[in-house]
């Protein structure tokens, strides 16, 4: 009997051991609270570098402008505190000149995180604070500034805003201003040159993307190619081409009957024949029998496809008859191309969009007579793809510069 009692006491002083034995214990974190503040933080960091581009005349495209709301803006008030142009013609000038940018309005429960985030980060930013009842409760202060009716119904500020409030000067007529020209900088292979947070930085350049149909992805040209390993052997009489990124085997051999001094070709978009003049018809003497273009190369073993021209589905190719180069120029006829812009047309137009072509340098644009001498944008934030692109200057909260642009070659926001 003594013996089973011990047996019994034995077993429960070993059971409570194991449940009361502090390597048992899984301690919970609530991590709710730090995933607020990072949230919030990364909302302010992108308003900061929203703010810092407006100042330093650069765009900041980043998907997080978008994803809070944030927009930037001039704003210049008169002596009655009324909106006016922020520019010093006939010899005046504003009596005050802002520059303001803003995010959507935040959830009231986050009011205080968000105090809090400016208070720790963003103490010395300035007017950096969160709009509510007509003024700005800077981080870091107790001090509160009042917003003026006119900027607050041009910006179409709410309550639990973000904002962010820069005084400047608008030089007069005549004055010279000394600019700070911000260093190029020149980034190593796999990053991307752009402007974020005031300065121009290298950023990792992952554009890498799944290809569709028998296209595989190439990490030299950063686009999608026919992949010669999918293409199929076909029957006798065929030949394999690229039919909406696909393989396909159509019959070569036409059975269209075409006129004298025509003969049969195929339109690989169409995939039907088409009856064009034979080229070995035409008499016209030409003085360039080869046209001189740009080397064509790749590494060793690889599979090359010489272009019949050198230009992009978005130009035209010129050429000078004294010394056969060629020179490749845009076409505005081609937009409607969907191998030239994929998009609809038609939506990009009106007072904030506007197309404009993706020029690769300086030289290039000079060759494009009706836009010679203008300033042409070259910065980091544009695409230089030898396409035409859709500029949308409604994401800064802009609209386009009539005077400095000129689609659908040059856009340039306001």
């Known amino acids: 009997m003594n013996i089973f009692i011990i047996i019994l006491v034995t077993l429960f002083m070993a059971g409570y051991f194991m449940m009361d034995s502090p390597s048992q214990y899984i301690k919970k974190h609530d991590t709710q609270y730090a ?66 940018t803003a995010t959507g309005a935040l959830d009231e429960n986050n009011y205080n995180d968000m105090m809090l985030v400016l208070e720790k980060h963003f103490a010395d930013a300035g007017t950096f604070g969160m709009f509510r009842n007509n003024e700005i409760v800077a981080g870091g202060t107790s001090t509160k500034r009042r917003v003026p009716d006119a900027i607050i119904e041009k910006m179409e500020l709410t309550d639990n805003q973000l904002v962010y409030f820069t005084q400047y000067e608008i030089p007069s007529p005549g004055e010279q201003v000394v600019v700070n020209v911000q260093p190029d900088i020149v980034c190593p292979t796999g990053t991307a040159k752009t402007y974020k947070f005031g300065r121009w930085q290298c950023v990792a350049f992952n554009p890498k993307t799944n290809c569709g149909g028998d296209m595989i992805w190439d990490s030299d040209l950063y686009e999608c190619v026919p992949d010669e390993s999918r293409k199929q052997l076909c029957g006798t009489n065929q030949t394999a081409i ?119 340098n300086a030289e290039y644009a000079e060759n494009v007579e009706s836009i010679r001498g203008m300033d042409i944008p070259l910065d980091g934030t544009r695409a230089q793809n030898r396409r035409f692109n859709c500029m949308d200057c409604a994401v800064s909260g802009q609209i386009i510069d009539t005077e400095k642009s000129r689609p659908p070659y040059v856009v340039v926001c306001k």
């Open 242 to 360: 690229l039919v909406d990124s696909v393989w396909e085997c159509v019959e070569p051999f036409p059975d269209k009957q075409c006129p004298v001094n025509m003969v049969a070709r195929l339109n690989y978009n169409t995939l039907e024949w088409e009856c064009v003049i034979d080229p070995t018809m035409d008499k016209n003497i030409k003085k360039c029998n080869n046209v001189i273009r740009g080397a064509i190369s790749g590494t060793l073993g690889a599979t090359l496809r010489i272009p019949q021209s050198p230009c992009t589905d978005c130009e035209r190719m010129i050429v000078d008859p004294e010394t056969c180069k060629t020179t490749c120029l845009p076409d505005p006829a081609k937009i409607d191309d969907v191998k030239c812009y994929p998009g609809p047309t038609a939506e990009c137009s009106g007072p904030t969009r506007a197309f404009f072509f993706g020029f690769p």
């Open 35 to 100: 995933i607020t503040q990072a949230d919030l933080r990364a909302i302010a960091q992108c308003a900061t570098a929203m703010h810092n581009a407006q100042i330093n005349g650069f765009e900041f495209n980043d998907i997080c402008t978008e994803q809070n709301q944030i927009r930037s803006d001039f704003v210049c008030l008169d002596n009655n505190m009324r909106i006016t142009n922020c520019d010093a013609g006939r010899n005046r000038k504003p009596m005050y000149s802002y520059i303001v």
